[in-house]
């Protein structure tokens, strides 16, 4: 890194790099958990699991919400030598620190799925939902001030997955086209400089 650069990744995409993998381990362990009956049965499974996926997109996504204006609000421009993380690089990083967290959450929804089928599985599948509306919702926000949100990576975690936790002091803004990810995260096609 060159001359007191730090290493930014964007806010959004850390964001929505929970996203996928949570819809589709929950996807999956909801279609996998209608198959036993279950101690409620396969119909107050499935609504429970309903009434759950809208509880945990809704929390999901609106969790934090003050945290991450007041650091936006404060967001200082990024230094010429600042690195910019690729989303590839910030989505791989998420992804290996939260592997064992994934299995583990995927594992409990599967055995919840004899107790209340579909249920457990459902609520994965909420969450990771709620990360993607949390990750248009920042998106939104970019657009709006036209500036793109970066974090230190050093101030991610252990894991590389707290964008508002609270070792965030402040976070660096770039213009609209620096990066390889659009706003909210999302591929773009070209990267652009800063």
């Given amino acids: 890194m060159a001359r007191g650069g730090q290493g930014l990744a964007r806010v959004a995409v850390v964001v929505r790099a929970g996203a996928a993998p949570l819809w589709w381990c929950g996807v999956f362990t909801a279609g996998v958990g209608v198959l036993p009956p279950g101690i ?3 119909r107050i499974g ?3 699991g309903a009434a759950l996926f809208l509880v ?3 929390v999901v996504a609106l969790y934090g919400r003050r945290r991450y204006t007041a650091l936006a609000g404060g967001a200082a421009r990024a230094g ?13 990083t998420w992804r290996r620190g939260h592997r064992w967290w994934l299995l583990l959450a995927f594992a409990v929804a599967l055995a919840g ?3 209340v089928p579909a249920a457990a599985g459902m609520l994965l599948a909420g969450c990771g939902t709620g990360l993607r509306l949390k990750a248009a919702w920042l998106g939104r926000r970019e657009r709006a001030g036209d500036a793109l949100l970066w974090v230190r990576v050093d101030w991610l975690g252990r894991y590389g997955g707290r964008p508002a936790g609270k070792a965030v ?7 609209i086209g620096a990066g390889d990810a659009a706003p909210g995260g999302t591929r773009r096609g070209t990267p652009s400089s800063v």
């Avoid at 010429?80 to 910030?90: E, Y």
Wanted: net charge positive; proline share 0%; hydrophobic share 40%.
């Fill in 40 to 42: 409620t049965g396969r």
């Fill in 56 to 58: 945990g997109a809704a």
């Fill in 46 to 48: 499935v609504m429970a």
């Fill in 169 to 175: 002091k402040a976070y660096r803004s770039t213009g």
């Fill in 80 to 92: 010429k030598h600042d690195v910019l993380q690729d989303r590839a690089v910030t989505v791989r």
């Fill in 113 to 115: 799925s004899f107790a």
